[in-house]
């Protein structure tokens, strides 16, 4: 007797826990209402036994991390084999002209080892850092970085792009490539870093604007947590490298604390030290390769089902906000993406739909 009134009480409270309306699962912080509202009642009815997919970059943080880092090196002048390579690992064609400059590949890295090693000569001689970021030297190496990633962007796509920024990682060992990382996270993390700043050179023929600083909202943090007392797995499958993602992601206090084998992000061929070149056995997370990600290592443990919640910013992330017939939302957070493109008809269903439907548009939480 005294048996079956212990189980009635702990089937009663765990009607309760599922059900309950009032079980606050995500605090109101920025969220949109319905917003909200809908992510609520996703977490009440779905629980355990389902999983969550986010992008990371300008998704589950504000901004992009593989850029902040490329941010730091370049402000830090913190290289190791990048400009042995002249800077250009990971680019198609070296001898292929940059879009409307007249100059190759080859010529602006050549380039670019010149004016890094001249910069490099200056601090080994004792000059501060302050007094060599004013030089005009460093002024048209940073410009001419940009202009050099700008470039193949335009010509080769993000694919290329996703390449060559952690290349510049080139012949760290992991853990030092880790203690850059979070150098500077340290150095870049917060709202109040937020910015965009206009890198030209001194004769103003290359640069352009560049976007700083990276935070990661209460909201977030909070809808990562409460997912996970709706015994929710969260994952995250980015097109960043998953190196440089997992130092945020998994810091219990900056980040999401999350387990390093639920991050997934490009990879690079295993070796002592950072090769450059994507691993083939490896289903890489960018567009149609996020489905395949999911499907290999995330869905076998939860019987092939797909993902209750999928959250993305980008046409990147398109094919995996729309994969699963059974994801019950896509969270879609609107950083400013064409009407016209393919994850603005999203949002466009999302608006259409009073957030009320399979798609949920969530403004930036930058706007805040």
Same mark, same amino acid.
């Given at each position: ?25 995500l ?6 209402p319905? @917003? ?7 977490m ?10 986010? +992008? ?27 400009? +042995?390579? +002249?800077?250009?690992? %990971? ?26 090693r ?18 005009? *030297? ?34 760290? *060992? ?20 937020l ?8 004769? %103003?023929?290359?640069?352009?604007? @560049?976007?700083?600083?990276?935070? @990661? ?34 810091d ?7 387990p ?10 295993? %070796? ?30 939860? %019987?092939?089902?797909?993902?209750v919640?999928?959250?993305?910013d980008?046409?990147? +992330? ?16 609107? @950083? ?32 805040f």
């Amino acid at each position: 007797m005294k048996k079956a009134f212990v189980y009635i009480l702990c089937l009663l409270s765990a009607v309760s826990c599922i059900w309950d309306p009032t079980v606050d699962f995500l605090t109101e912080g920025n969220w949109d209402p319905e @917003v909200r509202e809908s992510l609520v009642k996703m977490m009440i009815r779905t629980g355990k036994g389902s999983y969550a997919v986010f +992008d990371f970059d300008k998704t589950s943080i504000v901004h992009d991390i593989s850029q902040a880092l490329w941010v730091y090196q370049i402000e830090h002048l913190r290289y190791a084999d990048a400009p +042995d390579h +002249d800077f250009l690992d %990971g680019i198609p064609s070296t001898e292929d002209e940059m879009p409307g400059t007249g100059l190759s590949y080859a010529a602006m890295g050549k380039v670019l080892s010149a004016e890094y090693r001249a910069l490099k000569d200056k601090l080994d001689a004792g000059e501060s850092m302050a007094s060599v970021r004013a030089s005009d *030297t460093y002024l048209d190496f940073r410009a001419r970085m940009h202009s050099l990633y700008t470039a193949m962007d335009e010509q080769y796509g993000s694919w290329v792009a996703y390449l060559w920024q952690p290349a510049l990682l080139a012949g760290y *060992t992991e853990a030092e490539a880790r203690e850059l990382i979070q150098d500077a996270i340290n150095e870049h993390l917060g709202k109040d870093k937020l910015a965009v700043e206009q890198w030209l050179s001194p004769d %103003g023929l290359w640069g352009g604007d @560049v976007e700083r600083g990276i935070w @990661v909202s209460p909201e977030m943090k909070d809808l990562y947590k409460s997912l996970e007392a709706a015994r929710i797995d969260a994952y995250v499958c980015s097109a960043s490298l998953e190196l440089i993602v997992e130092v945020l992601a998994c810091d219990p206090v900056l980040g999401f604390g999350m387990p390093a084998e639920r991050v997934f992000g490009l990879r690079f061929v295993p %070796g002592e030290t950072i090769i450059p070149e994507f691993d083939p056995a490896y289903k890489q997370p960018n567009k149609e390769g996020k489905v395949d990600c999911i499907l290999e290592y995330m869905a076998p443990a939860y %019987g092939f089902a797909g993902p209750v919640l999928v959250a993305g910013d980008s046409n990147g +992330d398109v094919p995996m906000l729309t994969a699963f017939p059974d994801t019950w939302h896509g969270l879609i957070i609107d @950083v400013g993406r064409s009407p016209e493109s393919s994850i603005g008809q999203l949002a466009a269903q999302a608006r259409f739909e009073r957030n009320r439907g399979r798609y949920l548009l969530q403004p930036s939480f930058e706007r805040f």
